[in-house]
């Protein structure tokens, strides 16, 4: 027999799940809107990774806190406090 082992997902709520995937989305939309950005304005040369990518992530953490700090100040709950357990 295969014992269930729960994955992260199943500890948040559906408003965590939302919260999750906008940020996922968010972050993908940011990262490909800044690498358009620095692929039209600055000058043809190989540039770093954390050039695209740092101010992406910054955007998109600071905004997932915020959004994950309003939702608990609202009394919204985004991670569950029991799991359910599946056969």
């Not at 997932?64 to 406090?81: D, E």
Request: charged share 20%.
């Amino acid at each position: 027999m295969e014992e269930h082992r729960p994955s992260p997902i199943d500890h948040l709520t559906k408003a965590g799940r939302l919260l999750l995937v906008g940020t996922l989305l968010l972050f993908g939309g940011g990262f490909y809107i800044t690498f358009l950005y620095i692929d039209e304005n600055f000058p043809p040369d190989r540039y770093p990774m954390l050039v695209i990518l740092m101010p992406t992530c910054l955007v998109c953490f600071f905004l997932f806190l915020l959004t994950a700090w309003i939702l608990k100040r609202c009394g919204i709950p985004i991670r569950k406090t029991k799991i359910p357990k599946s056969q």
